[in-house]
């Protein structure tokens, strides 16, 4: 069973225009939240995270938004720009010693002129 | 940020032989992953450490072993590769508190023929 789920295998968005990425879990005990880019044969890159007692994280072009009634949560990328293209990955730790984290199956956005 | 270190970026092998996969971190950190990713699929955790003598198995089932005898170096070993362990692997660390952040190798793509 898929805890954290992106159900949009892919976008294509317009350069300057916002791209909305989007991601559910099942499990109410995860306590963080993390957003990863990955570009093909590279390893993942952290972009943003936000914890569960907040609903909004803002770092520059990147904002996360979480609805925790709804199980989910959001990456709004604004403006977008042609090196934003990548497989971005959402990702949901349960927190404890370990710091396990469980992703997605990731939405590979592109972004066109 | 940390700096990790994977080897080889790319492996091509027969089946049967045994490899090693190589992973260093210069940051200290005291936790480190080993995770599986095939192509449009989650990254699977298949090892994890908490510190030096310190490994457990990842939510994945995976035929290779680990170790961490030194808190930097964390190598993943397979004492005989099948076309089945076919995959990307990938070496993560994290530094307990850090926000569940964990920081990603570029990668070793493995092709076992």
């Given at each position: 069973d898929q805890q954290v789920k992106q159900n949009s295998p892919s976008l294509s968005v317009q350069e300057g225009r916002i791209s909305i990425l989007n991601c559910d879990y099942t499990n109410s005990m995860f306590d963080y939240f993390l957003w990863y880019k990955k570009y093909p044969a590279e390893g993942p890159t952290f972009l943003i995270s936000i914890s569960s007692i907040k609903d909004k994280n803002e770092d520059g072009r990147f904002t996360v938004f979480l609805n925790k009634s709804a199980k989910h949560l959001s990456l709004h990328i604004v403006p977008s720009q042609p090196g934003d293209s990548a497989v971005y990955f959402c990702a949901a730790s349960i927190g404890g010693n370990t710091d396990k984290l469980i992703f997605g199956t990731g939405t590979r956005l592109q972004v066109f002129p | 940020e940390a700096d990790i270190y994977q080897t080889p970026r790319y492996l091509v092998i027969g089946t049967g032989k045994k490899i090693t996969l190589e992973c260093s971190q210069?940051?200290?950190?005291?936790k480190m992953y080993w995770y599986q990713q095939d192509p449009g699929m989650e990254l699977h955790l298949i090892h994890y450490s908490y510190g030096v003598n310190s490994t457990e198995k990842g939510d994945l089932s995976s035929e290779s072993t680990v170790s961490r005898i030194r808190t930097e170096h964390f190598p993943l070993t397979l004492e005989s590769a099948r076309p089945s362990h076919t995959s990307q692997y990938l070496c993560a660390s994290s530094e307990f508190g850090a926000g569940r952040v964990q920081y990603f190798g570029p990668g070793t793509r493995l092709t076992v023929t």
């Open positions: - | 210069t940051m200290g950190h005291d």
